[in-house]
């Protein structure tokens, strides 16, 4: 079964800082990887998807993340963060099987907090 | 990509009651997810609606306590039986866009009292 690990729980950063969220994941097979935001009162959006070629993936908002095979990883980057960066961030892994797409397992987020 | 009705957003019910979550997609899909997020955790998959056949439920998740139903590729319907205090939390669908990842419905926020 897949699993995933994310190392920071609670987060907390000056605005203008730089970001770096750990994510791991554990599973033998072809996986896509995906890094979803939600912010206060909000639903679940996507910042960013990494399914096959380059490892370093662009998103919206400023935000990358780089898929690390060797490391199972793919950590979530800004160079400079904002106050309205302030959310909960989730990395989430999933496998297509024969059927179609599976759903997603996801970490257990990591509540960033940006100071203004 | 593929955009996502659910309804109610909110509901407050008393325990023993049941509550059924309807979800309506604008594309035919083939998968629907329902997701389940108590409070202060991360998304939890409930199970995953084919159309046309029973559901797939994941380890921990039972067809009696969740039943759902996938009439047709552009809906589904979740229902929470019998609920307890502990079923309050926020749950979810999501469906799967032609490969280019995942979108989530707004969700229902249920509070068991």
């Known amino acids: 079964a897949q699993s995933v690990s994310q190392h920071n729980h609670h987060v907390i950063l000056s605005e203008a800082a730089s970001l770096e969220l750990g994510c791991n994941y554990s599973y033998g097979g072809t996986v896509n990887l995906f890094w979803y935001v939600q912010y206060p009162g909000q639903h679940l959006q996507l910042l960013l998807k990494y399914f096959s070629g380059d490892p370093l993936v662009k998103g919206i908002k400023g935000f990358e993340a780089e898929f690390i095979k060797s490391k199972f990883s793919f950590n979530l980057r800004k160079p400079s963060v904002q106050w309205s960066d302030t959310a909960e961030y989730f990395c989430?892994?999933?496998?297509?099987?024969?059927?179609?797409?599976?759903?997603?397992?996801f970490g257990k987020g990591t509540h960033l907090i940006i100071q203004p | 990509s593929a955009v996502i009705s659910q309804k109610p957003s909110r509901d407050i019910c008393q325990r023993g009651t049941s509550l059924t979550i309807q979800c309506q997609v604008d594309s035919q899909v083939t998968m629907m997810f329902w997701y389940r997020q108590q409070p202060g955790q991360s998304l939890t998959l409930i199970a995953t609606?084919?159309?046309?056949?029973?559901?797939?439920?994941e380890s921990g998740f039972v067809i009696d306590k969740f039943p759902i139903s996938r009439p047709n590729l552009t809906f589904s319907t979740l229902t929470v039986s019998n609920m307890s205090p502990e079923d309050s939390s926020i749950y979810l669908c999501?469906?799967?866009?032609?490969?280019?990842?995942?979108?989530f419905g707004s969700g229902t926020r249920l509070t068991v009292v």
């Open positions: 609606a084919n159309q046309g056949s029973e559901a797939t439920y």
């Open positions: 999501s469906v799967e866009a032609d490969g280019d990842g995942y979108t």
């Open positions: 989430a892994v999933t496998s297509y099987s024969g059927g179609g797409a599976d759903g997603l397992t």
